[in-house]
């Protein structure tokens, strides 16, 4: 609400034109950096890069309400992008050319909004956008920085341990999961395609939050941060990085049994972003919080059971990091929502994760001696649980009255005074 009694100070006139002028000619200069440091070679190489830019791209036209020209114009400088910087390479997906189509289209989104934020009057969309965009941006940059001293500082992986418990299960699943992707080109090229995707997932989802008439009573941004954040945290405390990297080339077909490998860590130079499976907690949280649309309702669960499919199948994950996953999903979704319950809520999925995390890194061989019987009943107790209380959560959570999402107010001077606040 504005403060009637306050006088909201605004450069003068002169000032603020000689400012956006300056940041206007910045653009071609921050678009020759995107060049000349490697971003469009990124989205040339990176899938999660490029779902990442075309999930920036959805923002951009369900969140800015970018005129038809600008839209023209963002789509030309997109496909422009696109022929100055060709895949020289064989495609790693079916639709990789289409998806890194949306990846530059994304980009000449950003610079898009840039410019309206800076010349025009009906800048609050843009600018609010905009930072909602370079919200993804931030968090890739700081993850990746995040992962690689992860990398550094533990080079020593718990893969053997994760991998001893898998066999608890009756199986060695992973390697079973990933027998079926090589069994079928077409499906592992679709399961390709769902991992890399989460993402633009993550995108769709926080658009369509975006649009609502009301606030959603989970905040989608603060609960992707969270996720992110907290996750690769843990990756410092348990750092695991996957079948594929641990086995080699025995994954998928030759999985060891009991007693073929030492219960030790094991160095290994791949990335330890292993336990919890973040894609799967990802995929989870997208399922809780499509519930607002029937084809969200629809949708979510196939997506997360293809991605769990996916993260086992490509040798990214053990079983147990899916298991995991749902506790720590209930604990960053508690966190993000607002609700008298999130308490409870974040309390129970916090202690069944850390149980796990004890368990794992204090009494590894005793949990790899369970009989099988007891480690599914183990993981059906941490997947059922997370899944009740949240929907208990949810439940209990109270209908908010309809209103804009907030939006990032700035002073200009040509700029109408603001009516109200956050």
């Known amino acids: 609400m504005a403060n009637s009694g306050q006088v909201e100070w ?14 206007l000619a910045c653009l071609p200069w921050l678009a020759y950096q995107g060049y000349n440091h490697g971003l469009y070679h990124l989205i040339s190489t990176n899938p999660a890069a490029q779902f990442t830019y075309f999930g920036i791209a959805v923002l951009y036209f369900a969140g800015s309400s970018p005129s038809r020209k600008e839209c023209i114009l963002a789509v030309a400088g997109g496909l422009a992008l696109l022929i100055l910087c060709p895949l020289d390479r064989p495609a790693d997906f ?37 930072a909602r965009s370079l919200i993804f ?104 990085a996957g079948p594929m990297y641990a086995f080699g080339s025995s994954f998928p077909f030759a999985a060891p049994h009991q007693g073929q490998f030492a219960l030790q860590m094991v160095n290994l130079s791949a990335p330890p972003n292993a336990m919890p499976s973040l894609h799967m907690a990802g995929a989870i949280l997208i399922w809780w919080n499509a519930r607002h649309w029937r084809l969200g309702r629809f949708v979510a669960p196939i997506y997360m059971f293809l991605t769990a499919l996916a993260a086992l199948g490509l040798g990214e994950h053990y079983f147990l990091d899916l298991v995991v996953a749902f506790p720590y999903a209930l604990a960053i979704q508690a966190m993000a929502a607002k609700s008298a319950l ?33 480690m599914w009943g183990l993981a059906a107790i941490s997947v059922a649980c997370p899944v009740m209380v949240n929907a208990r959560l949810l439940s209990e959570l109270p209908s908010a009255a309809p209103q804009a999402a907030p939006r990032m107010q700035v002073a200009f001077a040509d700029a109408p005074r603001a009516g109200g606040g956050a």
């Not at 001293?149 to 418990?165: E, G, I, Q």
């Not at 794992?360 to 009989?371: I, M, R, T, V, W």
């Open 342 to 374: 999130r308490w409870p809520a974040m309390a129970l999925g916090t202690a069944m994760t850390a149980c796990w995390f004890l368990a794992l890194l204090f009494a590894p061989a005793e949990l790899s001696a369970l009989p099988v019987w007891a």
């Open 137 to 240: 941006v931030v968090l890739g940059i700081a993850l990746g920085t995040m992962l690689g001293a992860a990398s550094s500082a533990r080079p020593y992986k718990y893969d053997h341990f994760l991998y001893a418990v898998d066999l608890r299960f009756g199986a060695a699943i992973s390697f079973i999961a990933g027998r079926w992707m090589r069994a079928s080109a077409a499906y592992g090229q679709l399961e390709l395609v769902v991992y890399h995707s989460l993402p633009m997932a993550f995108a769709v989802l926080y658009a369509a939050h975006i649009r609502r008439a009301k606030q959603g009573p989970v905040d989608i941004l603060n609960m992707m941060a969270l996720n992110a954040v907290v996750g690769y945290g843990l990756y410092f405390l348990y750092p695991a």
């Open 10 to 23: 605004r450069p003068p006139a002169g000032v603020s034109l000689s400012v956006k002028a300056l940041l």
């Open 94 to 130: 079916p639709g990789e050319a289409l998806v890194r189509a949306g990846a530059f289209v994304g980009i000449a989104g950003l610079f898009a909004m840039c410019a309206r934020a800076i010349v025009s009057r009906d800048r609050d969309s843009a600018l609010d956008t905009l």
